[in-house]
């Protein structure tokens, strides 16, 4: 419904059809309940000032500020009130509460990416319309309670590769899995823990996947670049002419855990990850002679899949044909024998 300003206040403007309720928040004013509205009715709105907190945070001048959450929460059932980031950079940091309930509130200095608490304030007295004065929020010092866990990429020519869709993983994945993600675009990250050390997993489009156990302190990550691969098909069958077609696709042995829902850390979004773009789960349409380059093939144990079609069948014929291994910098193209008369089985199947 509009509104409109009207010369002694607000004119809320509609067509009158169904139930209309009123809610009425602010920046630093309490907010008010939801409340009925009625056609051609006229209320008075009294706005009450919240109670403001303001706080110093000292923290070592590497942690991000995205890094940290405070969180403001009622000691009566009410519950969490207000949560926000910091803002700052260097040591000094600061956060900024308004319109915050009368009574006795409790503060919390989270780190976001693993939900745990640094510090915690009980009975803060709050008066609506005051800023609260409390010589504990002076200076709330957290410097030294972090752990820093730093990556910096390197490739082979020893410079930073920045690569839009860089991601680092945190812990080991699961297919399905929820687990917290960075940014790694810029090529390097601080990464703030209450754990001594972290098991990260480095992908970046191009290059192979890097598995680092229990990293901890400053750490330069050496990348080596992606496998070009031939793939040559051998059997009684070939070539493949019209009107069937093949696809063959290579399935990590064992499989790669990589596709699920990943959290960014900073911001809490989360988003679902597919590596197929990155060469883990490669596929493409082999040539007439059964030939296929892989651009960005990682080094290890594949299965080979090949699904055959024929011009208007939806539904492919599929071979599964046993695992193969990739070495990483061989140039030389990888021949994969197909079992005598099993293409030809297959074709004779969509007759």
Sequence with gaps: MPIVHAEDGLQIRGDGQGERRLRV???????????????????ELMLTRGANIEGLLLLDPWVES??????VRASTAAGLQAEQGIRGRGE??????????????????????ENRELYRLHELQAQVGEQLQDPRLRVIDL????????IELRNASGSRPRRKAAMLLVEPMRVGELRQSYDLSRGRIDIATLRPSLDLTVLVPGFEPKVISQAAGVMQVDLRRATAQRIELQGDSLPVSPPFSMRITLLPDPPLAYVGRVADAYSGRAHKLDLRPFGLQPTGKVNRLGRFQFKNLSSGRYRVRLDVSE???????????????????IRQPLVIPIPADLLKEVRESFK
């Design 25 to 43: 928040t602010s920046a630093t004013h309490l907010p008010i309940d939801p409340m009925p509205l009625h056609r051609g009715q006229e209320f």
């Design 66 to 71: 995205a890094a940290i959450e405070v969180r």
């Design 92 to 113: 000094r940091r600061t956060f900024n509460f308004r319109a915050l309930p009368q009574g006795s509130l409790g503060l919390q200095v989270i780190l976001r990416s």
């Design 143 to 150: 410097r030294g309670r972090l752990n820093r866990v730093s």
């Design 311 to 329: 011009r208007g069948d939806r539904r492919p014929r599929r071979i599964d044909l046993p695992s193969v291994e990739i070495a990483g910098g």
